[in-house]
């Protein structure tokens, strides 16, 4: 991926002329106000608002106070047509017409990159995602990740920064010690041809099924990774073998998906490194030995030490992050670090985080543990180790064949049925993970999730096809020189100031890690636009008034194209 060139989105003339009548009227300062005005949560508080808690200092008053104060300073002029104080809260109205000529105006020329910003320009975001152990099937369990780290890519990137996202495959430690005991024991050359992941997968839960009544097989795999680490030739042979077929099978899920990686940098990449980095912490005074172990002791911050090399000197996937955090900051000099990993692994991020902190790296508080929930069935959790998974590919493949039935039985003269069946059908999974706020844990319900009615993805996709349709049957091109003030249903004028908060609603979805923000907003976008088409007719009115709700209508496809395309969701012009 690469990234955007970003333009200067334009400046909110509404804001800037407040910013500038308090400013002359009440000496406030332009650009404290600015970041601090919002769109009141009721249409009739106005059309922006002045949380007045922030100058409690300066002007040594309750803010209820400093509300009323200011909007008797403040007469209303210009752009602003009335000024009110209600509580702590100072709200603007504003010309209607003018406001609505702005917004339309802003999503007409942006197009595709309305909704885009520039903030972060000059600045690099390293994001760490997917990350799944080779040899091994990509299972349902890695979906989380992968497009919640694919989705804070696009909008760290539709917000300017450059993005750098990598793959940390799991493809180093004592694991691999044990699928190469396992293959040397009983795999073979042509079950890897045949089904390469099967068979690595077959002989890593049939090594923990021996090695429970062999235990000698535990000390002959341990022997294998240090072989491996020391860069024995057969034993490295083995394992690249392992890694590049593995590569091979999760491509075709990630393409799938949408979803590719700047580097597969997994943790084998970093083995060179140990050595320099556990010498580093000894010379510091951080590393001590323990039970035969080397630990950092974290007692003090009241966590269990963070283990550095087992007893046997094999190192630990600590050890390697800690490697890995070092290398990303002093090849990428990022702003900020994305670690996009299960809640699972919280303690190993506070530990990874604490470390680096007593190490002098003072750019550790730029990086981020972005946890998140399970994904459940109705028959609980996965492991791959006694053998149940849910093969991710089989879900992508269950959500396309039942997206086919559904268009089959719906619209089946769609033309380019199977190419939009794939994209509802996929897009209905990322959208049901990313739709569920990431800390909890998702529940998977077949007939929630490919609702055309419900709160989901082809909802979504649907109401953006609709939108395609409306704009075809028009006829005409587009444009801007239509009436905006003819827009006065209330419906008209919701619509208008949701599709101005896209941008926010990008920039808090990436600031906060949460991509529900952007689901939820896209949701009550659609839901504002379909009360609106159920109850106005866009087409077919006297010819200003069509040209200007076609302009409407337009912008909000617009926005839900440019909003689905930022959460790694395609978007179907028919269904």
Not at 46 to 56: A, H, I, Q
Not at 128 to 146: E, F, M
Not at 561 to 574: A, K, S
Request: charged share 25%; glycine share 8%.
């Amino acid at each position: 991926m690469t990234a955007n060139t970003h333009s200067h989105p334009p400046e909110n003339p509404f804001i800037s002329e407040i910013a500038r009548h308090l400013s002359k009227h009440a000496g406030l300062d332009e650009g404290a106000v600015r970041p601090l005005l919002e769109i009141p949560p009721r249409p009739e508080m106005g059309d922006y608002t002045l949380p007045c808690f922030t100058f409690k200092e300066q002007f040594k008053k309750p803010p209820v106070e400093i509300a009323k104060e200011l909007e008797g300073a403040a007469p209303a002029g210009g752009l602003i047509t009335d000024i009110k104080a209600h509580g702590p809260y100072l709200n603007f109205s504003v010309d209607t017409g003018r406001l609505a000529r702005w917004v339309l105006e802003s999503v007409y020329t942006g197009k595709d990159s309305y909704g885009h910003q520039s903030q972060g320009a000059g600045r690099t975001v390293v994001i760490d995602y997917s990350s799944p152990n080779i040899a091994k099937h990509l299972g349902v369990h890695h979906l989380r990740s992968a497009v919640i780290g694919n989705a804070l890519y696009l909008m760290h990137e539709a917000l300017g920064y450059r993005v750098i996202g990598i793959n940390h495959l799991g493809d180093w430690g004592t694991q691999f010690g044990q699928l190469i005991t396992a293959f040397r024991h009983w795999g073979s050359e042509q079950a890897l041809q045949e089904d390469p992941i099967g068979a690595l997968n077959g002989l890593y839960v049939r090594f923990h099924a021996e090695a429970e009544k062999d235990p000698s097989l535990e000390d002959q795999a341990r022997a294998a990774f240090k072989a491996l680490e020391q860069g024995d030739p057969d034993t490295r042979r083995l394992w690249e073998h392992f890694r590049e077929v593995s590569l091979t099978e999760f491509n075709k899920v990630y393409g799938a998906l949408g979803i590719k990686f700047d580097h597969y940098t997994g943790e084998s990449f970093y083995n060179e490194m140990l050595e320099e980095t556990v010498d580093g912490l000894k010379a510091a005074g951080l590393a001590t030995i323990s039970e035969e172990a080397l630990v950092v002791d974290l007692e003090e911050y009241n966590m269990p030490p963070c283990l550095l090399k087992k007893r046997d000197e094999a190192s630990l996937y600590a050890t390697r992050d800690i490697c890995a955090a070092e290398y990303r900051h002093k090849e990428y000099g990022f702003s900020r670090m994305l670690y996009v990993v299960g809640s699972e692994q919280k303690l190993h991020f506070r530990q990874l985080f604490k470390v680096l902190e007593l190490m002098g790296k003072g750019w550790v508080k730029d990086c981020v543990h972005v946890d998140f929930g399970l994904i459940r069935f109705k028959h609980g959790r996965m492991s791959t180790r006694e053998g149940k998974i849910i093969l991710l590919e089989k879900v992508l493949s269950e959500a396309v064949t039942r997206a086919t039935a559904i268009i089959e039985e719906k619209n089946p003269a769609l033309k380019d049925k199977d190419r939009v069946a794939r994209q509802v059908g996929i897009g209905a999974v990322i959208f049901a993970d990313l739709s569920t706020r990431r800390t909890k844990d998702v529940l998977f319900d077949w007939d929630v999730v490919l609702n055309f009615e419900g709160e989901t993805g082809p909802y979504i996709q649907y109401t953006h096809a609709r939108l395609c349709s409306v704009t075809r049957k028009y006829g005409k091109p587009v444009g801007t020189d239509v009436d905006c003030g003819l827009l006065k249903e209330k419906d008209e004028y919701l619509l208008i100031r949701k599709l101005e908060q896209f941008p926010k609603a990008i920039e808090s979805a990436a600031r906060s890690c949460e991509p529900v923000i952007l689901c939820n907003y896209l949701l009550e976008l659609c839901g504002t636009f379909n009360r609106y088409y159920n109850h106005h007719r866009i087409l077919g009115q006297e010819e200003a008034l069509t040209g200007a709700r076609i302009l409407l209508s337009d912008s909000v496809r617009q926005v839900l194209r440019n909003g689905l395309e930022l959460i790694g969701v395609q978007t179907p012009e028919e269904m």
